[in-house]
């Protein structure tokens, strides 16, 4: 497994980047709030953390908003995690490495949870599988992304787990939300895991890939936080409408 910083540095360094200036913070999403309206990013308690950095963005969601005004060299000196994971995404989006790094707008996020669904099912179509009894297991709190998959899948199949108190414990869109203490009864339970891509910024994607392999199970990792990171460990991702 990498160590993030230490990852970005070997690029900085290899590229003649470290002492270039980059900056973050954080950024308003216009989202489509006409039928999904607890979009976390709406609620006060999540923010998108962006870095800017000749003329490329590289987003990371983060509860603990900070602001950042410098060089690579001294991101590399932070303990902060999103600030760290958007300065990756916005330089590995410069060097032409990675794509989709910029958060989606409107009903985009519905749009995304429809295509992701339309592609599970179209795969699961072309290997023979019973979607009836295939259980999707969500990790982090999307609303649109259960939404979609509790219509496509049934309520009965789908699992989701958050760090949100406000989530945990009550009935969103069909489905009981549970505390990420269950993940790995999530992953081991689910044919198919899809995580939120801020696990990247919060520092607990590495436990669930580790899960994920301990019980050979396939994840799918969503959004534009992730993006530098799936590219480095080569996690399979989606995001469909990503800029």
Same mark, same amino acid.
């Given at each position: ?11 900085a360094e290899e590229n003649n980047l470290l002492n270039e200036p980059i900056e973050a913070h954080p950024v308003n999403v216009n989202l489509d ?84 669904s339309e592609y599970l099912l179209n795969e699961f179509k072309n290997n023979g599988k019973d979607i009836k009894n295939t259980k999707i297991g ?7 992304? =259960?939404?979609?998959? %509790? &219509?496509?899948?049934? +309520?009965? /199949? ?10 945990? @414990? ?34 607990? =994607?590495?436990?669930? %890939? &580790?899960?994920?392999? +301990?019980? /050979? ?10 993006? @530098? ?15």
């Amino acid at each position: 497994m990498i160590n993030i910083k230490e990852a970005l540095k070997k690029i900085a360094e290899e590229n003649n980047l470290l002492n270039e200036p980059i900056e973050a913070h954080p950024v308003n999403v216009n989202l489509d709030t006409t039928r999904i309206s607890d979009y976390p990013l709406l609620n006060g308690r999540e923010f998108l953390l962006r870095a800017f950095f000749k003329g490329c963005v590289g987003d990371a969601f983060t509860g603990n908003l900070r602001e950042f005004k410098g060089t690579i060299a001294e991101v590399l000196e932070s303990d902060y995690n999103p600030l760290i994971v958007a300065t990756l995404n916005a330089v590995m989006r410069y060097l032409g490495h990675i794509e989709k790094t910029e958060h989606c707008t409107k009903d985009e996020p519905e749009t995304c949870a429809k295509k992701l669904s339309e592609y599970l099912l179209n795969e699961f179509k072309n290997n023979g599988k019973d979607i009836k009894n295939t259980k999707i297991g969500i990790i982090g709190y999307h609303p649109a992304i =259960i939404k979609q998959m %509790v &219509e496509t899948f049934g +309520k009965d /199949n789908v699992m989701a787990t958050d760090l949100d108190f406000n989530n945990i @414990g009550r009935i969103k869109h069909g489905i009981v939300i549970y505390h990420a203490d269950m993940n790995e009864y999530l992953i081991k339970n689910s044919d198919i895991v899809l995580s939120t891509g801020s696990t990247a910024a919060n520092g607990t =994607i590495f436990d669930i %890939v &580790e899960m994920a392999k +301990k019980y /050979n199970k396939r994840v799918i990792f969503y959004g534009t936080t992730v993006a @530098g990171i799936a590219k480095l460990l080569n996690l399979e991702r989606f995001c469909e409408c990503g800029k």
